[in-house]
């Protein structure tokens, strides 16, 4: 399980770098319709113990601390995204995380996407703005809170930047971060910590930089009123992904000690309002055989040695979801929440909702992210799949 996500995450990387590459390839100068940068960040941040066992060592885990190195870029002024999103910058990070405790949790190492963008712009050179940040960790010492050696990261943050001069930016940011296998393997409890970020940037080419933009997006008067129309497109995506489950007996849970597979296919119309935002609905069909397990096959004692499977119409589950996205350069954010309408056992949540990345390799194909939460707080599966867009 933890292969599947390096490979899924390692071709996000390089979808990243190819779909940056492709934006530009227009240009006989294709390097110098980016603007470079690299940075640094120390974030210390409080970590929520979720679990009994993070407080079995020497310490009670409430304190992290993690170095960044970070590369990012933009696009052009003169470029089609950059006139779209004149403050928005991607890139590729690398990190290292202590708990100031090796021996119960490790010292995990993470490589992550990240994108962002200016909100409003509170003088010329400060700005407050919005960035995610996803990856995947390893390196993690499996222990009773966490029985993993990678989790997926999630990071949210806040930041309040400062530009210095042509070639130094600053930044103070607060964040939220989260750590999680997806229920690839039991237990799962996650680690959860809310931080801070001191940031500085080096801009390499600065000095073609233009005036800082006031918008996070393009004025309504500019070339998105002259090249948009209002239409619906239709997304079909392919994913697949593992879960680890329990199957109950007596009242009693027993924990299965390998993930199970998971397909699905999401059919989505959606209607694009502008370039950033659409809105849409979803057909949503998932085949997980970790649902609805049962005792099987007993020994001489009667004691349960193996679980048993229901039919696959009982591991089927059939939803319809309300969607909405964001979209940015080479990236789009998905949130959905929707009814399961095939309710076939205890395993089925009749409310669900998605978390989804799309990163787009041409205008047609993208590759899919994602994760699905059974109600609105109980982790259920992570999805990494292909789409097309008709």
């Known amino acids: 399980m933890a292969r599947g996500q390096i490979i899924a995450f390692a071709a996000l990387l390089i979808v990243s770098l190819f779909g940056a590459t492709a934006a530009t390839a227009a240009s006989p100068k294709w390097c110098d319709s980016l603007y470079h940068g690299v940075s640094v960040e120390v974030r210390p ?108 990261m999630i990071n949210v943050a806040i930041p309040l930047t400062w530009r210095a001069n042509d070639n130094w930016e600053l930044a103070l940011t607060s964040d939220f971060t989260h750590f999680s296998n997806g229920d690839t393997h039991f237990p799962n409890a996650g680690s959860n910590m809310f931080g801070v970020r001191l940031g500085a940037t080096y801009l390499f080419n600065a000095e073609r930089i233009e005036a800082p ?95 048993a499977r229901p039919s696959l119409w009982e591991q089927t589950e059939v939803g319809a979801s309300l969607r909405g996205e964001i979209s940015a350069p080479i990236f789009t954010v998905g949130v959905g929440i929707g009814v399961n309408m095939h309710d076939a056992g205890y395993d089925m949540s009749r409310i669900y909702t998605t978390f989804s990345l799309k990163a787009h390799l041409t205008r047609r194909l993208f590759i899919y992210v994602g994760y699905r939460f059974n109600s609105t707080q109980y982790t259920h599966n992570l999805m990494y799949g292909i789409g097309i867009r008709v």
């Open 213 to 307: 933009a006031k918008r996070l997006i393009a004025p309504s008067n500019t070339l998105r009123d002259k090249s948009f129309a209002k239409h619906i497109s239709y997304d079909i995506i392919a994913y697949g992904g593992w879960r680890a489950d329990r199957f109950i007996e007596n009242g009693t849970f027993f924990y299965i000690d390998k993930a199970l597979p998971i397909a699905g296919i999401n059919i989505q119309p959606t209607y694009h309002l502008n370039d950033y935002f659409a809105i849409g609905a979803s057909l949503d069909l998932q085949l997980d055989s970790s649902l609805n397990l049962y005792n099987g096959i007993k020994d001489a004692d009667g004691v349960t040695i193996a679980y």
């Open 45 to 152: 941040a409080y970590h929520m113990v979720s679990h009994y066992a993070m407080r079995e060592g020497n310490h009670p885990l409430n304190n992290t601390l993690s170095l960044h190195a970070r590369y990012r870029f933009s696009f052009s002024n003169n470029s089609r995204l950059g006139k779209l999103f004149p403050t928005a910058y991607q890139g590729i990070g690398i990190a290292t995380y202590t708990y100031w405790e090796h021996e119960l949790m490790g010292t995990p190492m993470a490589l992550y996407l990240f994108q962002g963008a200016h909100i409003a712009d509170l003088t010329p050179d400060l700005a407050v703005g919005y960035e995610w940040n996803l990856g995947y960790s390893w390196g993690w010492h499996p222990n009773e809170a966490m029985n993993s050696r990678g989790n997926v």
